[in-house]
Antibody, heavy 120, light 112 residues
């Protein structure tokens, strides 16, 4: 059974960088065939695609966030990560990691989400 | 403002059928057969119910069906059950800019 689990600091101060990690079990990132995505959900609002990374490290980001987003992958730990810089209150959201079958444009497995609150 | 437009809420009684619409443009819903639908219960992760407009992943009830006409996709749930009460989101591939996937704003389904 494929499982994804996000982890992160929970609370971040404005202007800082938040780092989130997604640990994958039941599937190997290095096997290829998938994109590993980050998606966020603002409180009481809809979903926003942030971007993805492949097993080889190729990335593709939402243009509205591109200047502040960096994704990385650690195949030895079967993890991938998101860094979002210069955060503001507008970045307060529930952050999900999710798997996408290559070029399918849908997400078949999701983590439970980790809440990031930006506040001083 | 979400890229795809969904009604904020729909409701139906047990056993009835309901349809949720998802309207986009020719750059997303209308131009590609990459529409998917997600069900999200409170405090839970979204779950894919339909992909590629009309296909159900293994394990999803056949009470859920998807279709598309022009720039509007639809999710139909037949034989409504209490457990279907949830938020539903549509998404689509988009050719706009370098954005890959866009989502609808979500529809709250209430089973009366």
């Amino acid at each position: 059974q494929v499982q994804l689990q996000e982890s992160g600091p929970g609370l971040v101060e404005p202007s800082q960088t938040v780092s989130l990690t997604c640990t994958v079990s039941g599937a190997s990132i290095s096997s290829g065939g998938y994109y590993w995505n980050w998606i966020r959900q603002h409180p009481e609002k809809g979903l926003e695609w942030i971007g993805y990374i492949s097993y080889s490290g190729s990335t593709y980001y939402n243009p509205s966030l591109r200047s502040r987003v960096t994704m990385s992958v650690d195949t030895s730990k079967n993890q991938f990560s998101l860094k979002l810089s210069s955060v503001t209150a507008a970045d307060t959201a529930l952050y999900f990691c999710a798997r996408e079958i290559l070029v399918s444009y849908y997400f078949d497995y999701w983590g439970q989400g980790t809440l990031v609150t930006v506040s001083s | 403002q979400s890229a795809l437009t969904q009604p904020a809420s729909v409701s139906g009684s047990p056993g009835q059928s309901i349809t949720i619409s998802c309207t986009g443009t020719s750059s997303d819903v209308g131009g590609y057969n990459s529409v998917s639908w997600y069900q999200q219960h409170p405090g839970k992760a979204p779950k894919v119910m339909i992909y590629d407009v009309r296909y159900r992943p293994s394990g999803v009830s056949n009470r859920f069906s998807g279709s598309k006409s022009g720039n509007t996709a639809s999710l139909t749930i037949s034989g409504l059950q209490a457990e279907d009460e949830a938020d539903y989101y549509c998404s689509s591939y988009t050719s706009i800019s370098t954005l890959e996937v866009v989502f609808g704003g979500g529809t709250k389904l209430t089973v009366l």
